[in-house]
């Protein structure tokens, strides 16, 4: 009797630790966030996690931490689970990931998802330079400005949430904190409205409240077209033109200062060759 309990003792040993190990076979699954994963402070939002038919229980995971999140059954589609969040708040931001188990074992982990909130702090100030109305293939540098003291600031394009730059924030005479994004030569792709938040470096996924909306309008450039080259070699030339009088009015002052000095020099040596001659 104890060989056999002692028996199935070793064999629940070996067996329970499969059960909890990767089933190569099982899909990885999807997370991504509804509406979208940069959500204003107090709205609903839904982590979704996609995975297998053979799901039986989908759990999600927050940070580092090794204990569950949540956990949910599937739906009836059994393939997906949803983590529904009536009002999103500071504590819900984060990074999240999620994983399923069936009777072939548990999934690996789905990728890591992002879940920024805003709308915890005050917003900043979004410009542009030179204009909001610009011609393709030009520069131009937006520049995110608040007076509170945040580490970063990020610069968005709406609908385009891949389109985004962050910055380290400068500190400023004014005691002001800014970022300044730089687009070397602007495109038709940078057509929309953009926005600017700013967050503190210890707390990446809590974002200000946006900066009013800026809208960029790129039109057509006509900066290669040979009559506009021609255009800008001419009004060069005219440039040089206007100058060009005045540097010859200067030589001719010098030249004239010259043949002056000369012909006091001669008149001199004249002067004194009389007075030679005069005193023998």
Same mark, same amino acid.
């Given at each position: 009797?104890?060989?056999?309990?002692?028996?199935?003792?070793?064999?629940?040993?070996?067996?329970?630790?499969?059960?909890?190990?990767?089933?190569?076979?099982?899909?990885?699954?999807?997370?991504?966030?509804?509406?979208?994963?940069?959500?204003?402070?107090?709205?609903?939002?839904i982590i979704w996690c996609q995975g297998s038919y053979e799901a039986q229980e989908y759990r999600l995971y927050k940070g580092s931490s090794v204990d569950p999140w949540d956990t949910q059954f599937?739906?009836?589609?059994?393939?997906?689970?949803?983590?529904?969040?009536?009002?999103?708040?500071?504590?819900?931001?984060?990074?999240?990931?999620?994983?399923?188990?069936?009777?072939?074992?548990?999934?690996?982990?789905?990728?890591?998802?992002?879940?920024?909130?805003?709308?915890?702090?005050?917003?900043?100030?979004?410009?542009?330079?030179?204009?909001?109305?610009?011609?393709?293939?030009?520069?131009?540098?937006?520049?995110?400005?608040?007076?509170?003291?945040?580490?970063?600031?990020?610069?968005?394009?709406?609908?385009?949430?891949?389109?985004?730059?962050? !910055? /380290?924030?400068?500190?400023? *005479?004014?005691?002001?904190?800014?970022? $300044?994004?730089?687009? @070397?030569?602007?495109? &038709?792709? =940078?057509?929309?409205?953009?926005?600017?938040?700013?967050?503190?470096?210890?707390?990446?996924?809590?974002?200000?409240?946006?900066?009013?909306? !800026? /809208?960029?309008?790129?039109? *057509?450039?006509?900066?290669?077209?040979? $009559?506009?080259?021609? @255009?800008?070699?001419? &009004?060069? =030339?005219?440039?040089?033109?206007?100058k060009t009088p005045s540097l010859h009015h200067q030589g001719h002052t010098v030249e004239n200062l010259i043949r002056m000095l000369l012909a006091a020099l001669v008149l001199v040596t004249i002067?004194?060759?009389?007075?030679?001659?005069?005193?023998?």
């Amino acid at each position: 009797m104890m060989a056999i309990l002692t028996g199935l003792l070793y064999l629940g040993l070996v067996v329970e630790p499969r059960t909890a190990v990767q089933a190569e076979h099982l899909p990885k699954p999807i997370i991504w966030a509804e509406p979208h994963s940069v959500i204003a402070l107090h709205t609903p939002v839904i982590i979704w996690c996609q995975g297998s038919y053979e799901a039986q229980e989908y759990r999600l995971y927050k940070g580092s931490s090794v204990d569950p999140w949540d956990t949910q059954f599937p739906l009836e589609t059994r393939n997906k689970a949803k983590f529904n969040t009536q009002y999103m708040t500071i504590a819900y931001a984060g990074i999240y990931k999620c994983y399923y188990k069936s009777d072939s074992g548990f999934s690996e982990h789905s990728d890591a998802m992002e879940l920024v909130v805003t709308g915890a702090y005050g917003n900043p100030s979004l410009s542009v330079w030179p204009s909001p109305e610009v011609t393709s293939g030009v520069f131009i540098a937006f520049t995110c400005s608040s007076h509170i003291g945040f580490g970063r600031h990020i610069l968005i394009q709406e609908r385009k949430y891949h389109l985004l730059w962050i !910055l /380290d924030s400068q500190y400023q *005479d004014n005691h002001s904190f800014q970022a $300044t994004f730089v687009v @070397d030569a602007v495109t &038709h792709k =940078h057509n929309g409205t953009f926005r600017c938040y700013g967050f503190f470096k210890n707390k990446p996924q809590v974002w200000s409240n946006s900066s009013d909306p !800026l /809208d960029l309008m790129v039109s *057509d450039t006509k900066e290669n077209s040979p $009559t506009h080259t021609e @255009d800008v070699k001419l &009004h060069l =030339h005219e440039q040089i033109l206007m100058k060009t009088p005045s540097l010859h009015h200067q030589g001719h002052t010098v030249e004239n200062l010259i043949r002056m000095l000369l012909a006091a020099l001669v008149l001199v040596t004249i002067v004194m060759l009389l007075l030679e001659a005069w005193t023998f």
